[in-house]
């Protein structure tokens, strides 16, 4: 308890506003371990208070309205607590698939690894895990994981290289992309790359 | 086709086998499309794709597209896809999945992919050959476009609604077998990651993920069937009971906004599409 003139709820507020906060800007903000664990106390807290009224409670006058509304309080912390932790795997599913599905991208990236906590990064893992079951299905024909923002118009495409990434094979042979060379290559071969930001698409 | 070398020949003939042996059907017989089996189509194809591309400005005039949306009857496999693709991801619950057709597409794919890199490995082959295993590429690699969308949408679903799937038989029935492994893994997962993360360390009597305290929403996120969609008729349909005495009779071509609910039926035998 931090201050004495706080309400009910008071926390669980603040940790959805991170969320909406989220949303709006449309980023991934740090997860709060601080504010998610002062909740839990907080949930422990009023447990402790309903049982002591539970036990004082008399038979003959029905649950007293103090009963009533630590209990209110209680559904709607651990639903904002869920809500948080909901709002914030959507988010990683996004990064994921904004990604082509490449999970090493992420986990390697300090900023991001930062944000995240240790059961989101377990989480990751096991999502990755299966849907690439699920490609498994498609891996004769196409890659599901590839970017479906827009239609392909052309086979080859320019791209400058931003980021060195290596020796990539593609059709033509394997090419050594290195920072600021331009290339024509076939979209299929590359288009991961793009996708992951090493390669840019020169219009 | 006034080449007649050996390497030309079989370039033809291995088309043609790779042609007759898909289920379009009736569209063989003409002289040239032969070779270029998922091109013949290309022009209804095109239009569907730019209206995919700019699928909001495909939605706010859906009157002026209406008249090339009309699908016939004898439709291509591709464009049957298409539809469902449009349907899918209009439409806020899931359809049911169209594996034959699929299946059939994705062979299709493999094939056309496999003839188009035995041919391009022909050294003899002619300028005007080279085009066309070009345009067989490319339209290779639109067709898979469509295919990527409509699982993704699925899958989009399919996450959003895990816990809902496996607690519904009926939804179960319009999935596939991948389909329903993957909700089943991910019903799953975000359990447990809401128990490791939240509910493992609250006290006994608070750690259920399924309590239903009144006056808040449900844990489970259903479909909202409510949910209003565009849709368009493709032939006369049977008059739409909104209530006792409202009932809309959509005739061929028309277009109408309605809550998803009403036109479920309709969408399901084909009579109209959303759009």
């Known amino acids: ?203 | 086709m006034s080449r007649s070398s050996v390497s030309a020949m079989d370039w033809e003939a291995q088309f043609k086998a790779d042609t007759s042996t898909s289920i379009r059907s009736g569209k063989n017989g003409k002289s040239r499309t032969g070779a270029l089996a998922l091109d013949s189509d290309n022009e209804d194809q095109d239009i569907t794709m730019a209206s995919a591309s700019e699928s909001n400005s495909a939605r706010a005039r859906p009157v002026s597209v209406a008249p090339e949306l009309y699908i016939q009857e004898d439709e291509s496999p591709l464009s049957q896809l298409t539809k469902h693709w449009m349907n899918e991801r209009h439409a806020p619950d899931i359809l049911p999945a169209q594996e034959e057709l699929l299946a059939s597409l994705l062979d299709h794919i493999r094939r056309q992919s496999d003839a188009v890199q035995l041919l391009r490995g022909e050294p003899s082959a002619s300028e005007e050959e080279h085009i066309r295993i070009m345009l067989v590429q490319m339209e290779v690699e639109r067709v898979k476009f469509i295919v990527r969308s409509y699982v993704r949408t699925r899958l989009f679903k399919i996450e959003k609604f895990a816990r809902f799937i496996m607690t519904d038989a009926t939804i179960q029935t319009r999935i596939t077998t991948a389909e329903r492994a993957h909700a089943s893994r991910h019903a799953h997962l975000t359990d447990r990651h809401f128990h490791n993360s939240v509910l493992q360390s609250l006290p006994e009597t608070q750690s259920h993920l399924d309590d239903t305290p009144i006056f808040m929403p449900p844990m489970i996120t259903k479909p909202d069937e409510s949910r209003p969609v565009f849709v368009h008729a493709l032939r006369d349909c049977p008059p739409i009971r909104f209530h006792e005495d409202l009932t809309l009779e959509m005739k061929h071509g028309h277009i109408s906004l309605m809550p998803f609910s009403f036109i479920e039926q309709l969408l399901l035998r084909g009579y109209v599409e959303l759009i």
């Open chain 1, 1 to 203: 308890m931090s201050t004495d003139t706080r309400q009910f709820g008071d926390l669980a507020t603040q940790l959805v506003m991170e969320s909406r906060r989220s949303s709006q800007t449309d980023a991934l903000l740090k997860y709060n371990d601080s504010l998610v664990r002062s909740l839990l106390r907080e949930q422990r807290d009023l447990e402790r208070a309903a049982e002591a009224l539970e036990a004082g409670m008399n038979e003959f006058q029905g649950p007293p309205p103090a009963l009533l509304i630590i209990q209110t309080a209680i559904s709607r912390n651990k639903r904002c607590l869920l809500a948080y932790h909901s709002h914030r795997i959507d988010r990683l599913r996004d990064l994921y698939w904004a990604v082509g599905g490449a999970l090493p991208h992420i986990l390697n990236n300090q900023d991001t690894r930062s944000k995240l906590s240790p059961h989101e990064v377990d989480y990751l893992r096991q999502y990755n895990s299966s849907v690439m079951e699920f490609r498994s299905e498609f891996s004769h024909e196409l890659d599901i994981t590839a970017s479906i923002t827009n239609a392909p118009k052309d086979l080859h495409v320019l791209v400058h290289v931003v980021r060195d990434c290596g020796v990539i094979q593609t059709e033509l042979g394997s090419i050594d992309f290195q920072k600021g060379q331009r290339f024509m290559v076939r979209r299929a071969d590359i288009e991961h790359l793009i996708v992951q930001g090493y390669l840019e698409e020169v219009s």
